[in-house]
């Protein structure tokens, strides 16, 4: 009975969370030169992504990869197991990506450049493509964004909006 009780909490938990080809999240804004609108938690001003679950279950993003490099999909693994990489269901989160994937879990192993650039999401197998945007050469702190979120026309904000909706 326990062992049958401890199974279907594993279900009822997974059920709850968007796993496999079902992830629901799309790379919504991204920073490639910030200077001075928004830090990290060590008070740097690092490049930074923004990543959006635009579906009604919450999505871990952990195991997940992502590249700047679509040709070399597992450039840095997000590490798995731990709760905060779960992206509530309509909500963001947002990587930094300043190869100082030691400064924590959110802090990815590449940066930006402002000269324009490739970044990718793979699913945990590092084959299945998620999502990916081409972005050109960024002016310091704005940021290139979805016109709204899930809109797959692509802007420049002179006001970004990292953790929130795009306007």
Known sequence: MRKFL??????VISSNIAIGQNKTIIINELMADNT????????????WIEIYNYGDKPVDIGGLYFTDDIGV????????????TIIPSHSFILLWADDEWEEGIFHIEFKLSRKGEQVAIFDADGETFIDSITFPAQLSNRSWGRKSANNSEWVEFDVPTPGNSNN
Request: charged share 30%.
């Open 36 to 47: 001075d609108n928004i830090a990290d938690e060590s008070g740097e001003y690092e490049d």
């Open 6 to 11: 401890i199974a279907l909490m594993v279900c």
């Open 73 to 84: 999909p597992k450039t840095f693994r997000i590490p798995p197991g731990n709760d905060s």
